[in-house]
């Protein structure tokens, strides 16, 4: 059900802070590999809907959640809902890595309790293998990337660069194409930084991700080892055509 997203890539999708279903509908019209709903920092859970995730499955884009906290209800809502996969924020150490594992998992193997399933989804079926993506984001995960990439069970070490440079330095890392280019200020912290969790990725089989936010930066990404992506978020899309059609109209 979610092979296509385990490799080798690249995998390429869109960020969503919205949970609107008119803005799903636009975004899936191009077939991006997957749709990522922040409710860590957009719309939260209680805005998500199963007939979502049904729409998405039916466009062919799978529909993945990133939640609030590494905690399991958080994440087994999610599931219940019919993501396809959770990306689970500030996960510092292979314990923590470990405990948000086992909440994709029924017993014996895990944490999460068996509820309500959406009716596309047979929760206990061999096939189903929800995506697990973990967030390196700190300073502290930075040092045990290591460990965490070895957490049997997870797909995806996913770099959340804003937090990962206000970890670092005190500055956010969100323009990846000024770390890239080096323009940056913490350019070569963040780019040793990247560096390490691709390498920790590619010895482990894990997929290693970067939050780009523009087409022209994936493919940088892409160019230094990365296989997952989100290539544009719905609410900074908007703002930026908008401002740019009202600034050509006043000049």
């Known amino acids: 059900m979610t092979d ?4 080798p890539g690249p995998v390429h999708g869109f960020w969503s802070t919205t949970a609107s279903s008119w803005v799903i509908e636009i975004a899936c019209v191009d077939r991006p590999d997957f749709l990522c709903f922040d409710a860590q920092h957009g719309r939260g859970l209680d805005q998500l809907t199963t007939t979502m995730f049904s729409a998405l499955a039916g466009s062919g884009v799978h529909g993945m959640v990133r939640v609030p906290v590494n905690d399991p209800s958080e994440i087994g809502r999610a599931l219940d809902l019919g993501a396809s ?3 689970v924020p500030m996960v510092n150490n292979a314990a923590e890595a470990q405990q948000a594992v086992r909440a994709f998992k029924y017993a014996p193997d895990g944490d999460r309790s068996y509820g309500m399933q959406t009716p596309r989804i047979d929760a206990l079926a061999t096939e189903y293998r929800p995506i697990c993506a973990i967030q390196i984001e700190t300073a502290e995960a930075l040092s045990n990337v ?13 770099i959340g660069p804003a937090d990962l440079g206000l970890s670092i330095g005190g500055v956010s890392g969100s323009d990846v194409q000024a770390v890239f280019n080096g323009s940056h200020s913490l350019a070569n912290e963040l780019t040793e930084s990247f560096t390490a969790v691709v390498s920790a990725c590619q010895s482990n089989g894990v997929l290693p991700g970067l939050h780009c936010s523009s087409g022209e930066a994936t493919r940088v990404a892409q160019d230094h080892g990365f296989r997952v992506a989100s290539v544009a978020t719905d609410a900074s899309e908007m703002r930026a055509g908008m401002s740019r059609q009202l600034k050509q109209a006043r000049q």
């Open 4 to 7: 296509s997203l385990r490799g």
């Open 146 to 158: 290591d460990a965490i990439a070895g957490v049997e069970g997870i797909d995806w070490l996913y």
């Open 85 to 87: 996969g959770v990306m």
